[in-house]
């Protein structure tokens, strides 16, 4: 990793390159782009250039990070084995654990406990990766 007051550059180098010669890979997948601007914030740090600052780009709205962070948490009670039913009441209120059984089932509290766990999951398996490209409309936010 390479820091600077612009900010910082992550790079793997194999074990047996050296100074000369050096290729760099860039898949051609969906996230080419994020690694060329990276890529060329490399290039000219090696060279003694001023890198400039990362893109700018618009950030996720307070609502969007208040409902990442209830995802995570959401995950996180499940995978310690926690019901949804107190996945909803550590989230948001205690009165869920009053709910009977008939009414959990049809409560708007347990579909929005199971749309943040869906969140959640997306997250942990791949959809994070949107946040780096700042393309949050292919986020499945619930």
């Known amino acids: 990793m390479l820091r600077d007051t612009e900010g910082e ?4 180098v194999e074990a047996d ?8 890979v860039i898949p051609n997948d969906t996230w080419r782009i994020v690694r060329l601007k990276a890529l060329m914030r ?5 060279a003694g250039l001023p890198t400039g600052a990362p893109t700018l780009e618009p950030a996720l709205t307070p609502y969007r990070l208040h409902r990442l962070a209830l995802s995570l948490r959401a995950l996180d009670g499940e995978e310690e084995g926690a019901s949804r ?4 009441a550590v989230l948001f209120t205690q009165e869920s654990r009053d709910i009977t059984s008939h ?12 749309r943040l766990i869906r969140l959640g999951h997306a997250m942990r398996d791949g959809d994070y990766r949107h946040l780096l ?3 949050f409309h292919r986020i499945r936010w619930g």
């Open 9 to 12: 550059l992550r790079m793997r």
């Open 17 to 24: 390159a050296d100074a000369t010669g050096w290729a760099f």
């Open 42 to 46: 490399l290039l000219l740090k090696l």
């Open 85 to 88: 039913r107190e996945v909803g």
């Open 103 to 114: 009414g959990w089932k049809s409560s708007g509290l347990r579909k929005k406990v199971a």
């Open 133 to 135: 490209t700042r393309s």
